[in-house]
């Protein structure tokens, strides 16, 4: 098993930034991909970024630009960098990981995911 747990997240003005955490514990020898991804109340969740073990990144059109995904193997931490905030950034924020090796060196199918991190954009 897994565990995922965002932290970061907060009241901001827009136009600020805020720097989002998450870190996996658990079984974990290694995960290939990493991401983030947001949903606002009746809507589906978007893929913000994702980033793998060798640090290729990949980014939704519209998140080009003011967020920034990062990682660091060796804490098994994902974290995403979001600049200039607007109100229309205002969600919940979850991160997920897949591709995951437990340290036995099998291979655990599962795609795991974070409760969430809220983050709210006042004008």
């Known amino acids: 098993q897994v565990q995922l747990v965002e932290s970061g997240g907060g009241s901001v003005q827009a136009g600020g930034s805020l720097r989002l955490s998450c870190a996996a514990s658990g079984s974990i020898r290694s995960i290939n991909v990493m991401g983030w991804y947001r949903q606002a109340p009746g809507k589906e969740r978007e893929l913000v970024a994702r980033?793998?073990?060798?640090?290729?990144?990949r980014y939704a059109d519209s998140m080009k630009g003011r967020f920034t995904i990062s990682r660091d193997n060796a804490k098994n931490t994902v974290y995403l960098q979001v600049n200039s905030l607007k109100p229309e950034d205002t969600d919940v924020y979850y991160c997920?990981?897949?591709?995951?090796?437990?340290?036995?060196?099998?291979?655990?199918?599962?795609?795991?995911w974070g409760k969430g991190t809220p983050v709210t954009v006042s004008p």
């Open positions: 997920n990981a897949a591709g995951i090796y437990v340290p036995s060196g099998y291979y655990d199918g599962m795609v795991y």
């Open positions: 980033i793998t073990s060798d640090g290729i990144t």
